[in-house]
């Protein structure tokens, strides 16, 4: 099973951006991106990849549903 994490682009550069995935920044490529992306938009990110943008609604819905999940595991 894969898993992507939404993700806001906070910097940019050519080949590279900062993104903040729940409060995190991470430095992720762009070379998988199939279209400009720009900072302040979202993006899934996978295995250190951003892979498509994202609705801004659907990303938070998406970080949202993922936190449950992971407090429900901490219990």
Not at 17 to 44: C, H, N, Q
Request: proline share 4%.
């Amino acid at each position: 099973m894969c898993l992507g994490l939404p993700g806001r682009v906070m910097e940019k550069n050519d080949f590279s951006a900062v993104v903040d995935i729940g409060g995190t920044k991470r430095e992720v490529s762009l070379m998988m991106m199939p279209e400009e992306v720009d900072v302040g938009e979202y993006v899934m990110v996978h295995v250190g990849f951003a892979i498509s943008k994202m609705d801004p609604e659907e990303a938070r819905k998406t970080l949202e549903t993922l936190m449950d999940i992971a407090d429900e595991i901490d219990g």
